[in-house]
């Protein structure tokens, strides 16, 4: 299974700070990377798909870059509705397996 | 509007099994891959267990084989979940998800609210 490696695994940032989350895969995964948002009580949601590509209805301030094994998740401004922990997920092979998840807080 | 409800969670003693159940509208489970994705106290999210649209594809991580089995009923358009012989570890919120390929991509497009299965005695 392909191994993933996010970092930090939790970062305190305030509301409007830009914030960045990085993610590594253990093999190229092509940019067959996702990232998912997931609240307390709540199902998961996907945010962007394919390291760059914008899920329907998910606000532009979320913006994803990366190729080979190495990724990036940036808010590029904090919103409240944004505290969160966030995963990346590879999508190159099965099982998909995710990262360690990034907790986003005040 | 798609919706994944997973359901049959709940308090059991080791060695004791679960049925869960994942029931999906706006959305046939038939013609999709499905995975079962777990998330333990204070960890990350960890898939449990997948199977494809005609069932000929079925795989279970390794801390699973042997004592999980996933199913699905078309009718009824429902992801089953038969967990036998708990252990503790196995105590986290269940999510049953769809991995969909959209535009050249794959993505856990839609997922339930989860269900929370304890084993404590």
């Known amino acids: 299974d392909i191994q993933m490696t996010q970092s930090p695994s939790s970062l305190s940032a305030s509301v409007g700070d830009r914030v960045t989350i990085t993610c590594r895969a253990s093999?190229?995964?092509?940019?067959?990377l996702n990232w998912y948002q997931h609240k307390p009580g709540k199902a998961p949601n996907l945010l962007i798909y394919g390291a760059s590509r914008l899920q329907s209805g998910v606000p532009s301030r979320f913006s994803g870059s990366g190729s080979g094994t190495d990724y990036t998740l940036t808010i590029s401004s904090l919103q409240p509705e944004d505290f969160a922990t966030y995963y990346c997920q590879q999508s190159y092979s099965a099982p998909r397996t995710f990262g360690q998840g990034t907790k986003v807080e005040i | 509007e798609v919706q994944l409800v997973e359901s049959g969670g709940g308090l059991v003693q080791p060695g004791e099994s679960l049925r869960l159940s994942c029931a999906a509208s706006g959305i046939t489970l038939s013609s999709s891959w499905m995975y079962w994705v777990r998330q333990a106290p204070g960890k990350g999210l960890v898939w449990v267990s997948r199977i494809n649209g005609d069932e000929s594809i079925i795989k279970y991580a390794d801390s699973v084989k042997g004592r999980f089995t996933i199913s699905r009923d078309n009718a009824k358009n429902t992801l089953y979940l038969q967990m036998d012989s708990l252990r503790a570890e196995d105590t986290a919120v269940y999510y049953c998800?769809?991995?969909?390929?959209?535009?050249?991509?794959?993505?856990?497009?839609?997922w339930g609210q989860g269900t929370l299965v304890t084993v404590s005695s």
């Open positions: 998800a769809r991995d969909e390929f959209n535009g050249g991509w794959f993505a856990f497009d839609f």
């Open positions: 093999q190229s995964i092509d940019s067959f």
